[in-house]
């Protein structure tokens, strides 16, 4: 129960007291004796019982109809409000009840029935103290509506002041909320900005590692270009060598080993990137040429290992061949010895028979008496004059070498208006292109590759068009100066793949001079051309040893033997030029032994008698320091095999000639590498008595 309820109900209790305890007090004014009980008669008759009794009816009826008018105020409260008026209802219909035995009490039965004074005076008391109840029970009820409106509006100052706390708290919330979207946002434009940064950096870093990268990538190539000449160098060495001479070298052949391990392992950490740190990047290019250097250190052990070995194997054979030499000259001594005395038993018999047939023929001459004659005295014939060749070149050699040089500057000199005329430079790179393009894919990778570029080639100067730039197409016929430019120009491209392709890889100067082949036998001029053209780059090839002229100096002597100059009018370095030559050298040889294509013939434009006229001259000019070395092992190296089958004994004699004879003379000129390397390989051949066959060599009817 609520405490308005509570109210209510004391309120109502407190009136019923009253109410009742007034009444008595007016009723025992009246009353002289008991009233009550079951033995007493009631005071009233029927007339005015009804009377009295229809008054209280009415009364309540009027009393009730206060509350109708009260209740009428309440119609809008709740279901607490419905309860509290029926127990205000309750509380009226007690009071009513109360008034109603007090009216009966009030009420005596008159005989006349007529009310006196009192009776009036009673009514007139009652109606007052109704009056007065119902003042009361308006004031309370007011004051309880009262009671209710302070309430309700209390309630209403708490809902709005709940809702205002509501709306702040919803607000603080809202605020907070909107603090911490902020916050949030804030962060991530923070995170936005620190990843962009980042990527910034990182893709700073990325390019930084990109240029680092590729600088370390040429400086390693670079290295690499030096490392691998220098390792094929060492390599053929060592291979060359037997096995008895290498396990001399094996410290220095374990080095290379590791060493050539190290570098393919740095070549390929800085190809994949896999430098963690961007300094690393530099000591890559910084442990490339340590490597370069070590390299070049092992090399010079390996020299000086191997010409100590030499000396030491040089110094045996002379010791055999003395010792072999000194017992041939004892048993020369012991045969002539012998020769001398079977002579002098032959001479004094013959002696003896001269004199018995001179006693005889005396006899005979006293008895003729004829006189003897003398003896004639032998004469001494003096020996055949032989005429002695040149020390820089045969004779018959630089016959053919000026008759090849004119041949090439008479065709040079045709094709001058072709290659000068302005209006014709066009044409000239078209022809350029149909010859570069198909010549630079020669290779040996399968028949019907070497035969379709080979194809392309000759086509061309067969005068079929051949398609160019621009969707247009030439053919040679275009211009009558154009089949001799394109011939100098091919032969020209054919010889400068001695220092691209084939001073790197020996293999590939076979496929290349299987084509040579096939156009000089189809092309007779082309082989001319070609030849002029090796012997401009190397006059070694001829040989011919060009004197220095006197005045002349020496970078103008270098130019004349083969040097080249760069941009920047500096000559080459000897490393540079040796590795040229090596490739000219190779080429040379290849054209030898190499057959062309079987659909042009079997005839050898270029017999192995080249070859060997080539060394046996080679061994009589005037030697120069490495280049006469590099020339003849590298021409032993692909032509031994064939000139050993070929002429067997007589080359045997040619190689020990040179071991014995011509290394001597060069060794008063070179102590290098090159001249360790020969001696090294001649001894080699001498030992095993065999000279390995060249690695690359095609097959006969290969296309």
């Not at 033995?39 to 009730?64: H, I, M, Q, Y």
């Not at 390996?302 to 070995?309: G, R, S």
């Not at 209006?423 to 198909?438: D, E």
């Not at 000559?571 to 054209?591: C, N, W």
């Amino acid at each position: 129960m609520s405490i308005e309820e509570m109210m209510r109900v004391q309120a109502l209790d407190w009136m019923k007291v009253k109410t009742t305890m007034h009444h008595a007090a007016l009723t025992s004014k009246e009353c002289t004796g008991r009233t009550l009980g079951e033995d007493r008669e009631p005071l009233w008759v029927e007339d005015s019982g009804s009377s009295s009794k229809a008054s209280p009816t009415s009364k309540k009826n009027s009393v009730d109809s206060e509350p109708n008018t009260f209740s009428s105020y309440d119609t809008k409260s709740n279901n607490a409000k419905n309860v509290t008026r029926e127990k205000e209802e309750e509380a009226k219909g007690c009071v009513l009840q109360q008034l109603k035995a007090l009216s009966m009490t009030d009420s005596e039965p008159s005989i006349s029935c007529f009310p006196d004074a009192q009776a009036i005076n009673a009514s007139i008391v009652k109606r007052e103290l109704e009056e007065e109840g119902k003042r009361c029970v308006r004031q309370q009820l007011k004051a309880l509506k009262d009671k209710q409106d302070a309430l309700r509006l209390s309630r209403e100052s708490q809902q709005k002041e709940d809702e205002r706390q509501r709306e702040q708290l919803q607000q603080k919330a809202l605020r907070e909320r909107n603090d911490i979207l902020l916050i949030q946002k804030a962060d991530q434009m923070t995170t936005a900005q620190l990843e962009a940064q980042q990527r910034e950096q990182l893709a700073l870093r990325q390019q930084t590692d990109q240029k680092l990268h590729k600088l370390a990538l040429e400086g390693v190539s670079r290295c690499q270009r030096r490392f691998n000449q220098k390792y094929e160098g060492i390599a053929r060495i060592l291979l060359s060598l037997d096995k008895e001479t290498v396990q001399v070298c094996s410290t220095q052949n374990t080095q290379l080993k590791e060493l050539g391990q190290k570098f393919e392992h740095l070549v390929s950490t800085v190809k994949m990137g896999k430098c963690e740190m961007q300094s690393q990047y530099l000591c890559s290019i910084i442990k490339a040429e340590e490597c370069c250097k070590s390299l070049d250190t092992l090399e010079l052990e390996i020299i000086k290992q191997l010409a100590e070995f030499s000396e030491q194997i040089q110094q045996q054979l002379k010791m055999e061949a003395a010792k072999k030499l000194e017992e041939e000259r004892q048993k020369q001594l012991d045969e002539e010895k012998q020769r001398r005395e079977k002579e002098e038993t032959e001479a004094k018999e013959k002696q003896q028979q001269l004199a018995e047939a001179a006693k005889a023929e005396a006899a005979k001459a006293e008895a003729a008496k004829v006189p003897i004659p003398s003896e004639p005295k032998s004469q001494d014939v003096p020996p055949d004059a032989t005429a002695t060749t040149s020390s820089c070149v045969h004779p018959d050699r630089l016959k053919f070498y000026n008759e090849i040089l004119s041949l090439y500057q008479t065709k040079v000199d045709a094709v001058k208006p072709l290659q000068t005329e302005e209006s014709l430079k066009q044409y000239r790179t078209g022809c350029q292109r149909a010859i570069n393009l198909p010549l630079n894919a020669i290779s040996a990778v399968s028949p019907q590759h070497l035969s379709q570029n080979f194809d392309k080639l000759y086509s061309f100067f067969a005068g079929q068009p051949v398609k160019v730039m621009n969707g247009a197409s030439i053919t040679i016929n275009d211009h009558p100066l154009a089949r001799d430019y394109c011939m100098l120009l091919m032969a020209k491209k054919f010889v400068s793949q001695t220092e691209t392709a084939i001073s790197s890889n020996p293999q590939a100067a076979f496929p290349f001079a299987s084509v040579i082949v096939t156009f000089w036998k189809l092309l007779p001029d082309f082989g001319k051309v070609f030849l002029a053209y090796m012997y401009k780059e190397s006059p070694f090839l001829v040989p011919y040893v060009i004197p220095q002229q006197p005045g002349q100096t020496p970078e103008q002597y270098l130019k004349t033997i083969g040097y080249r100059l760069s941009e920047k009018n500096e000559l080459e370095k000897p490393d540079m030029y040796l590795k040229r030559q090596t490739g000219i050298a190779r080429l040379y040889a290849a054209v030898i032994i190499t057959q062309g294509r079987k659909a042009a013939g079997n005839d050898q434009c270029f017999e192995l008698e080249e070859g060997w006229v080539w060394l046996t001259h080679m061994v009589n000019v005037k030697p120069l320091p490495d280049i006469s070395a590099t020339m003849i092992m590298e021409i032993l190296q692909t032509l031994g095999f064939e000139l050993w089958r070929t002429y067997g004994k007589q080359f045997v004699k040619l190689l020990v000639y040179i071991q014995n004879i011509y290394m001597p003379q060069l060794a008063a000129y070179d102590e290098g590498g090159p001249k360790t390397r020969l001696e090294m390989l001649l001894a080699k051949f001498l030992r095993e008595r065999q000279i390995p066959q060249a690695v690359g060599i095609l097959p006969p009817g290969f296309w």
